[in-house]
Structure formats: C-alpha cells, structure tokens
C-alpha cells in the first residue's frame, strides 16, 4: 500500500523521519485516553451491581449481565422513546433537507429582488443559537397548541436547521455549471422541472452527508426537546436518558446499558458512512 | 412536475415560500418575541404581559446575584473553549495530516466523541465522576493517590472544571476535521519547493501552511465561539447550575429563570444579553466573510 511503502516520511523526503515515529506513538496513546470512556462504559454495561462495586474499573465483566440492557430497556421505556425518535427524525431529517434544498436553489439560480437579503438572513441564521431563547420558542409552539406533539418539535427543528442547510447548499447549487441548466431553460422547462429533474440528482452526494449529518443531530438534540415534550410519552432518547439517570443513577450497570443503546444508533450511522460525514461537514464550512 | 406558465422570479419565491413560512414562524419570530417579552412582566400563564420598561434588565443586573457568576461563567468558558480543544485539535490534524499507519483509524478514535448526545456525554462523565465507584477516583486509588480524591462534580472548586474537561473530550474531533479539510487545501508541491529550498520544519509551517489555513482558523474560532456560548445540554445534564451556581452559564439561566421560576420576562431579559454577546462576535465576522464571496461571482 502506498501509505505504508512511505509512512514516517515527510512530504519530500524519502527518509524515515523519527519525529514522526515519536508522534505517532504519542497519537496512539492519546486515542487510547479518548477511547477509554467508550471501554469503560460498555465494561460496566456488562457487570452486575455488586461486580461494578467490588471490581476494578477497567476489569472486563466476569459475569456478562446482559440482562441490564433488557431491565434497562424496560425501566428506561426505551420502547417508546426509540419510536419517538425514529418517527420524528423520519420526518424531520428528508423534509427539511428537501425544504433547503429548494430555497437554496432558488437562491442561488432564480435571479429575483431581495434575494441578496436573504442570502445574509440565512448566514445570519446560522449563528443564532436556539438554546438562547428556548422560551420564547416554548411560547411560539404553545400558542399553536403543539405542545407534546410531533409537528410541535419538528417544526422548530425545521426552522433552525433551514438556514444552515441552505447555506451548505447554496454554495454546492452555484458550483454547478451554468450549461446544465441553460440548455433546459432555453427548451422552456420551468424552474420546478429543472430543480427537480437536473439540481437534485446531481447533488445526490451533498444531499446524502446532509442527511447524514442532521440525522445524527436530530436524533441527539435535548434542549428543543426537553422544553416542548413535557409528557414522557412523547420523549425522545435523550429525554429518557436524562430522566433514567436522575431516577436509577445508581443502578451502575443498568444506567450504562441505558447510555450504550442511546448512543448506538448514531455511532453505527457514523462508522458505516463516515465519509459522508468528512464530506458534508467540509463542504459545509470550509467551502465559502 | 407540470411545466407551470409562471414568470420566473414567481417560481424562485414559490421555492422559497415553504423553507421562508417556517423559519419566520418559528425561529425569527421567536428571536423578536424575546426582545418584547424582555420589556414586560410576565408569569408564562396569565393572558395579560404588562409592559415593565427596563425593569427586567435592571433586576437582572442589579439585583440578581446568579446573573454576574453565570456571566463570568460564559465568557470564561469561552474563552478557554475556543484557546484549549482548539489547540489540541490543530496539533491532532497536523500530524494526522502526516503519513502515518492507520491515521484513518486513528482519526475515527478522535471524532467518536463528537458524534454523541451532549446529554449522553454529561451522562457518561458524570458516571466516571462518581466519588464512590467512578472512573476518576477508581484510578487515582489504583495509582495510591488517595488524597487527590474529590467529589468532582459535589465540590463548587472543581465543577466547572470538570464539566469543560467532557466538553473538551467531546469537542476536539470536531475542529479536528475542519482543520484536516483546511489541510488538503495545502498544496504539497509548495512544501516540497519550500523544502527542497532548504526550509526546516518550522519555516513551512510558518510561511506555506499557516497562511493557507487562515479562512479555517476564522471559521474554526467564530464556531466554536457560538458552540460555547449556546452550552446547555452539558451542564444542564451533569449539575444542572450546581453546586451553590457554581457551573451557572447564561443559556442555562435564562431557561431557569422562564421555565422552572416562571419568571420570563427576566428570563428573556438575560436572552437578549446573551444574543447580543452573540451578535458582537458574529456580525464582525459576517462581514469578513461575506466580502471575498461577493468579489468572487
């Protein structure tokens, strides 16, 4: 393999470069310390309570207590707030990537007035931190009578994803080549066909580490969250994590079973797409 | 779709009508609405929002003991999180950058934390900072170290220390990436002129690598700076503002203040400090930003 045949070498130089040998075994210990938790964690997952008090911290479980995952699984109602999460990120995460992706189309091609003003809204957007102003937010959903509904959190999820995907997208959109759409134009097809028909197909890769990406954040998001789902049938998987913690904290074994399946789903979405992961981010922000 | 006889910028606004409709309703409209609940006196229940004046802004910063330790908490907090993860990121991505055996590996190590709840995070460290049976004082034991023992999370001392310690863990793969993104923009030919020009280590760092990599750096820094000011998750899930307000920070104080002491005209009050806080820091860097995008179309 070519990364091998010139590994320790620096740019330009076919030595091997002992530099670079002693960093790599400081970077080996380091993601060590970084993957420690991880190890810990589904270590005492698997140990019975007795064993997490009586053992050492990194010991490997003698007595594989898969049967924390099921009590957790019950005690934590992980049965409800896995389908609560799964049918609002279902929803939210195409929808709003389908809504951005048609405004940042129209941004970037359609030649109309304002829309210079709202390219630097949307920018604008970008920054604004929705845990600042939570009530508020709270206030706009209740007057709607949303509270404890699915539309009720979608919606504000829809609105402070927006103007970042827009963002991301806009800069894709306006790197397509003009020819693409021209032709299509000059035949008389309207903006609609060309977005559908031409724009979405060819953005299929950015789409995807879109979905990807807001698919992870969406289904973590707690603050949105723990403000507009008050009533524990409508939790999602952090929500319920947080109220197993504060209510079986010293069920050690049981409460790290609960931490293990909360964070399962989106570790496994992002070791099976991780490049998509590295694309969407870069294009994201590195892109301007 | 249907070929519709629309004139073109009508089809351009109906594109952006849905995307528009909801972003106004419930993201603009809310940012507005915090402004005017910050001018009135309000419980959250009663029909009736009476206009107090600057009531709220003079009882949050006068006579509200929490509001200038939560302040001090934010900015401090900031600070540091955009000075230390940051740091450690640029040293990761620099010699991730390098050919090293199994850097993808290794690269995977340093993102996993990102890519997990906060509120998962606050759960998991806090487990390890447990003072009985946690991770901390379980090696400290096994390394005789008995009497660094503390209550890391019980002791106002520690706390907020603690708490930054699983946001810097979390947070390091994140800029990370961006930086190794900002890193393939490097050209190598230039490194390898530079070197064969007799340049040592630091002089291409310096002069090629450096200079390349400064719209990452501001891009790295404006985020990390809003990813700092907006921490709540972390802290609401590991002490929640505790111990004696200790890890108090102003997102977390004005939820307090609205949803749990129903208090939220004073709440939106300390929203509105913290917006414009936000603001200062941002708008300087949309200009920057937005200039070389304008001269390049």
């Known amino acids: ?288 | 779709m249907a070929r519709l006889s629309l004139r073109p910028d009508k089809q351009g606004y109906l594109l952006l009508a849905p995307a528009v409709f909801v972003y106004f309703l419930f993201a603009f409209y809310p940012m507005l609405d915090t402004v005017r609940m910050s001018f009135s006196s309000w419980n959250g229940l009663s029909a009736h929002r009476s206009f107090a004046g600057l009531d709220n802004y003079r009882a949050v910063l006068t006579a509200d003991p929490v509001f200038w330790g939560a302040l001090r908490n934010t900015i401090g907090w900031t600070v540091l999180a955009v000075l230390l993860p940051n740091l450690i990121s640029f040293g990761l991505a620099l010699a991730l950058n390098q050919r090293l055996p199994g850097r993808s590996w290794l690269r995977v190590a340093f993102y996993l934390p990102v890519i997990i709840a906060p509120i998962a995070v606050a759960t998991i460290w806090k487990w390890m900072y447990d003072p009985f049976f946690g991770l901390f004082n379980n090696l400290l034991t096994a390394w005789h170290l008995q009497s660094w023992i503390v209550d890391w999370l019980g002791d106002r001392h520690y706390a907020l220390g603690a708490v930054f310690a699983a946001h810097v863990w979390q947070s390091v793969g994140f800029s990370m990436v961006l930086f190794l993104a900002g890193l393939q923009s490097v050209s190598t030919t230039l490194i390898e002129a530079a070197r064969i020009d007799g340049a040592g280590r630091w002089a291409v760092f310096r002069h090629v690598t450096l200079p390349a990599l400064r719209p990452t750096l501001a891009v790295v820094l404006v985020l990390s700076v809003v990813n700092s000011l907006k921490a709540f998750d972390i802290i609401y899930g590991m002490t929640g503002g505790g111990p004696a307000q200790s890890t108090q920070m102003l997102a977390m104080w004005a939820y307090t203040q609205a949803m749990q002491l129903g208090d939220f005209g004073k709440g939106a009050a300390v929203s509105v400090i913290l917006l414009l806080i936000t603001l200062v820091i941002v708008v300087p860097y949309l200009r920057w930003s937005l200039r070389p995008a304008r001269s390049g179309k």
């Open chain 1, 1 to 288: 393999m070519n990364l091998f045949s010139q590994a320790f070498r620096p740019v330009g130089s076919n030595r091997v470069d002992p530099v670079l040998c002693l960093l790599w075994f400081g970077l080996i210990g380091l993601a060590l310390v970084w993957i420690a938790p991880f190890v810990f964690i589904v270590f005492t997952s698997l140990k019975s309570s007795s064993s997490v008090m009586g053992s050492n911290a990194f010991a490997p479980p003698s007595d594989l207590a898969f049967v924390n995952y099921a009590r957790a699984w019950t005690r934590g109602s992980f049965s409800t707030t896995v389908v609560n999460g799964t049918i609002i990120t279902l929803i939210k995460v195409p929808l709003g990537v389908f809504l951005s992706a048609m405004a940042a189309y129209a941004m970037a091609r359609v030649p109309m007035r304002g829309g210079k003003l709202l390219y630097l809204l949307c920018v604008f957007g970008t920054m604004i931190p929705f845990q600042v102003m939570l009530a508020p937010i709270f206030m706009q959903v209740n007057a709607f009578g949303l509270i404890n509904s699915y539309p009720g959190i979608i919606l504000p999820y829809l609105a402070f994803g927006v103007p970042c995907q827009v963002f991301i997208l806009y800069g894709f959109f306006s790197s397509v080549p003009k020819e693409l759409s021209e032709a299509a134009r000059v035949d008389g097809a309207s903006h609609f066909t060309i977005f559908w028909r031409i724009f979405l197909p060819v953005s299929l890769p950015a789409l995807s580490a879109l979905v990807i990406l807001d698919f992870v954040a969406t289904w973590n998001e707690f603050a949105m969250a723990l403000v507009i789902l008050q009533d524990p049938r409508k939790w999602t998987l952090p929500l319920g994590l947080m109220a197993f913690q504060s209510q079986f904290h010293s069920d050690y074994g049981q409460l790290n079973a609960a931490i293990v399946m909360t964070v399962l789903p989106a570790t496994l979405v992002y070791l099976i797409f991780q490049r998509y992961f590295v694309a969407g981010l870069t294009t994201g922000a590195i892109k301007e």
